[in-house]
């Protein structure tokens, strides 16, 4: 069955970068475009951007372009997304998600990590 | 950018009755990519529907959705207790990916 296991909690001071990992199994990784949302507590969801894992070309969300960076290694089906320079408000659960049609990049979201904390404090 | 607007912000309803939300887009949604999605607390969100109509697997026959160009609405035919919840709409048409704001759906 597709899964979509993500990494740990982190807790990191403003200013810094966190990179979190969303390991892919059960199906063809490389097919299907892996999204990233987060939702901030008490918050609704909000789109980050794509990357495609075959081509490695991203789309990111306007207000994260220079911030955020997607990057993915197809030999080990996981895909990661590096959040720097953190504020407070970039307190949030991030989820990868993907699914969709074969190397269709205009994709609803069957599929969702289990999401992760990352908690920006000082 | 597309702004999805739901409404209303809360549903309060008993078990059995019938729960009806609506999402309406700032501008039309390419062909009707318009998906539902239902989250709970502590988890992911889960995809209900897709293509505005199309339910998504595995879920049941009494969530529908219906509605093209700029009004979609998700119907709950008769709630369970297991779907009082929030519901998000999502347009995947064009870029950004965009979401509403969310209904949620509490018990009365």
């Known amino acids: 069955q597709v899964q979509l296991v993500q990494s740990g909690a982190e807790v990191k001071k403003p200013g810094a970068s966190v990179k979190v990992s969303c390991k892919a199994s059960?199906?063809?990784?490389?097919?299907?475009?892996m999204h990233w949302v987060r939702q901030a507590p008490g918050q609704g969801l909000e789109w980050m951007g794509w990357i495609n894992p075959n081509s490695g070309a991203t789309d990111y969300a306007h207000r994260f372009q220079g911030r955020v960076t997607m990057t993915r290694d197809t030999s080990i089906s996981t895909a990661y997304m590096e959040l720097s320079r953190l504020r407070s408000d970039d307190t949030a659960v991030y989820y990868c998600?993907?699914?969709?049609?074969?190397?269709?990049?205009?994709?609803?979201?069957?599929?969702w990590g289990q999401g992760t904390l990352v908690t920006v404090s000082s | 950018e597309i702004v999805l607007t739901q409404s209303p912000g809360t549903l309060s309803l008993s078990p059995g009755e019938r729960a009806t939300l609506s999402c309406r887009a700032s501008?039309?949604?390419?062909?009707?990519?318009l998906a539902w999605y239902q989250q709970t607390p502590g988890q992911a969100p889960r995809l209900l529907i897709y293509g505005a109509s199309s339910r998504a697997t595995g879920i049941p026959d009494r969530f529908s959705g219906s509605g093209s160009g700029t009004d979609f609405t998700l119907t709950i035919s008769r709630l369970e207790p297991e779907d009082f919840a929030v519901y998000y709409c999502?347009?995947?048409?064009?870029?950004?990916?965009?979401f509403g704001q969310g209904t949620k759906v509490e018990i009365k």
């Open positions: 501008q039309t949604i390419n062909s009707n990519y």
């Open positions: 999502q347009q995947y048409g064009s870029s950004p990916w965009t």
């Open positions: 998600a993907s699914g969709g049609d074969y190397g269709d990049y205009l994709t609803y979201f069957d599929y």
């Open positions: 059960g199906y063809t990784f490389t097919g299907y475009y």
